[in-house]
């Protein structure tokens, strides 16, 4: 990518078949893992500093097919949200990148499972659920334990949702303690205030989303924020 | 909290999308055309298209890394 213009040049191909989805980047950007859905497995890269090219180094299998993948905080875990499967992996990273074959944590939330980071300070984790195909249409909260990987409920376990609402992603703010979802079914954006001694969310707006007289499908996807917050 | 600032016509059926980390520009992948959109960031946050790049059917996700 042209640094000035934008401008994207084709460097080359990486061959990964089966559906290969989603995409997590370890913070200091050695390491690359991608899930191919179709085949349950997620292929480890390395990433070459100078060219952005990447060497595989291996794969593990898993048992349902993930939807969303992030590394925590530290980048010694893989955390992965299954819809369908309904649960929540993590997975730690062994040596050189590569994932261990057996799961840190294998927990069984519900149908809908649509994303899974750990907040700033790597203690919390949160699971949106979409409202879709027996969705559970809720925030599941968590604390989570860096040393060994697992998912121990908060308390409240959920954030319950109104019908039809469907918290499907999320993202940081850079510096307030604001976590912003994207609503599936909802078509909006969801404002929580973090206590960032609890690891509660607190509801305290949603916007719609969609240009005004839109009547045609719609549902929310991916949300990022601008790294200034604004 | 959030105030909307407007819409901005996307690839069909935009399921993922990143920002560059100098919040220069944006990356969106449409699912159903297999096109990758270059949107340039104003400061105000606004979006103005620049590029489209075919990508190959059914994009899943776009994942922009820092410049080492």
Known sequence: MDEETGALTHQGDVSAPGRPAPIAVDPQQQFMYVARRDDLQINSYRINSSDGNLTEIGSIAIPTD????????????????????????????????????????????????????????????????????????????????????????????????DKNVGPRHYCFHPSLDILYFSNEQGSSISVYDFDRNFGYLSHKQTVNNLPKDWTMFSKCSQIRIIPNGR | MLTPLGHTPSQNFPRVFDIDPAAKFLLSAGLYDGKVGVFQISEKGRLKKTAVYDVGEEPMWITILNRQ
């Open chain 1, 66 to 161: 993930p939807c969303h993948m992030a590394m925590d905080r530290t980048g010694k875990f893989l955390l992965s949200a299954h819809y369908m499967g309904a649960r929540a992996m993590v997975h730690r990273v062994g040596n050189e990148g590569a994932l261990e074959a057996e799961p840190a944590d294998d927990f069984h939330t519900e149908i809908g499972a649509h994303c899974f980071q750990t907040d700033p300070s790597n203690q919390f984790a949160f699971v949106p659920h979409i409202d879709n195909r027996g969705g559970a249409n809720a925030i599941f909260q968590f604390k989570f334990d860096e040393g060994s990987g697992k998912l121990i409920p908060n308390s409240p376990a959920r954030v319950l949702q």
